[in-house]
Nanobody, 124 residues
Framework: HLAESGGGLVQAGGSLRLSCVVS????????MGWFRQAPGKEREFVAC????????YYGDSAQGRFTISEDTAKNTIYLQMNNLKPEDTAVYYC???????????????????WGQGTQVTVAS
């Protein structure tokens, strides 16, 4: 079970930190990703962490502004989002991939488990 939190309404240029608490599994044994989906748009890869944070990957829109991290003691991953823009408005989902060796971590279809999502709205 994956449960996201931390979404909300923020002004452009502001920051938010999303959390995803994992139960029923250990995050150090899976790859964890963040995806987002805006109305009328396809789901988009945001970031991925695996091997206890030793490998991290970012989508183009997140590069330089977002940071993914994990706290294995809390079995939780985070997405720190800075300098938010109106185009970042979307529902953000965390997901778990039980296969740690995938080269296609950016594809949502690779992931086995998904959270319910948390809404992020960035006002201009």
């Amino acid at each position: 079970h994956l449960a996201e939190s931390g979404g909300g309404l923020v002004q452009a240029g502001g920051s938010l930190r999303l959390s995803c608490v994992v139960s029923g599994g250990t995050i150090s044994t899976v790859a964890m990703g963040w995806f987002r989906q805006a109305p009328g748009k396809e789901r988009e890869f945001v970031a991925c962490t695996r091997w206890s944070g030793s490998q991290t990957y970012y989508g183009d829109s997140a590069q330089g502004r977002f940071t993914i991290s994990e706290d294995t003691a809390k079995n939780t991953i985070y997405l720190q989002m800075n300098n938010l823009k109106p185009e970042d408005t979307a529902v953000y989902y965390c997901a778990a991939d039980t296969y740690l060796y995938s080269f296609t971590y950016y594809r949502g279809g690779e992931y086995d488990y998904w959270g319910q999502g948390t809404q992020v709205t960035v006002a201009s």
